[in-house]
Each structure stands twice: as C-alpha cells, then as structure tokens.
C-alpha cells in the first residue's frame, strides 16, 4: 500500500478508508475524525460565488467507524442530532464555532456550535483535564479549502490534552487533524476518498514548519 505523501510525522493515503484501514500496520493511540454527518449538507450553498461541492457519503452518518481498533480514545465530530444514531459518549464536548449558521431562519435558532463525541478507553489518560467547550472560530465560507474544514486549532486542543503517539483521520479532508498533530511533534495518518484534497492536504503538510522545543 503506497502512501500519496509521506514524511517523519505524516503519511496520508487516498483511497475508501473501508479498504484501507485493515491495512494500517501501525497501533494508533487516538482517532480524530470528521466523518460525513448524513445531512446532505453543502457549504455556503445561498452564496453562487462561495457554493462548495457536496462530499461524498453524505447520505448516512458511517456507524461503522466506532468499530475500528485505537489504544486510547476517539474523538467524532458529529451534530446534536446523531445523539440518536452513535453511540453514547463519555463526553459530548461543544465547538463553539463563534459564528451562527443559517438554517431555518423563521423557527430554529442560529446554531453556532458542533459536537465532539469522545469516547476513551482504560489505556486513556489527559496531559490536562479539558473543559468540555472549545471557542474556536470556525473557517470562512470564503477560505474554506474543503466544504466541511475544522480548524487546526480545535484539533490541537483535543490532541495537546491527550497522552498518543499516533493520530488517525480517515476522513481526512484538507488535513486540519494531520497539520495539528504535526505542530505538536505527533505522528499522524490520514485517509481521504478525493485526490483533489489529498493534494490540498499534502502540500499544506509539507510546507508546515516544525516549532523548536516541543
């Protein structure tokens, strides 16, 4: 299995992760993943000059990833409403995003947050308890480099709290997780279905400069 790009502390993989993660010969302490929510969602779809395409699979939430093997915990970004579908956490953890959505604007409230759903293991153990919100501000419409990016910043909170040598994503995307786990000197992986954002991913990872004295 070759990887798409590969350096001291990133590997990434473009292919269905389905096929590729029982190929991973690697113990992976924590998972930190976006998977598609099952809304059918696109980004900015009001705004013709800012419209993103829609992902693929955004048909149903992939239950199957609470499968997956890890040492220490998972971290699954996902919507108030798949509390319904997942699995019970031990943590519901609120990214407040600092910017409501649209939605329905006559009878719902702007929402402004997403969950993290965190599910540990007996091997998990925090560098520094965590509160339960994280305040973030999410990506502009406009800068987006993939119509569900997360920023950097959220995922390195979750990672810099945790004990784990090795990151996985295999929802990948334009690889947010990938370049947190690389400033904090954490080996990580990550799968993507889309070449285009593999390459998005690659590139932004190969030219991330490493901070002395972490």
Not at 9 to 21: N, P, Q, S
Not at 145 to 171: R, W, Y
Request: charged residues 30%.
């Amino acid at each position: 299995m070759k990887p798409y790009y590969q350096d001291k502390w990133v590997t990434i993989y473009h292919g269905d992760c389905r096929e590729i993660l029982p190929q991973l010969d690697v113990k992976v302490d924590l998972v930190l993943t976006d998977p598609p929510y099952g809304i059918d969602y696109q980004s900015a779809r009001r705004i013709d000059w800012q419209r993103k395409e829609k992902i693929k699979g955004d048909d149903e939430f992939p239950l199957w990833l609470f499968g997956i093997q890890y040492d220490k915990a998972i971290f699954v970004f996902c919507r108030w409403d798949n509390l319904t579908e997942i699995p019970k956490p031990k943590s519901f953890i609120c990214w407040d995003k600092c910017r409501h959505s649209m939605g329905d604007l006559k009878h719902e409230y702007g929402r402004q947050w997403e969950a993290i759903a965190f599910y540990p293991t007996d091997n998990h153990a925090f560098i520094n308890r965590p509160k339960d919100i994280i305040r973030v501000p999410c990506v502009p419409a406009c800068d987006l480099l993939h119509p569900n990016e997360k920023p950097v910043g959220v995922a390195s909170q979750l990672i810099a709290d945790n004990t784990g040598d090795c990151v996985l994503d295999m929802f990948m995307g334009a690889g947010s997780t990938l370049m947190a786990a690389k400033k904090l000197n954490r080996y990580s992986i990550g799968i993507e279905i889309e070449e285009k954002y593999c390459e998005i991913a690659a590139k932004r990872c190969s030219q991330e400069v490493m901070e002395l004295g972490l």
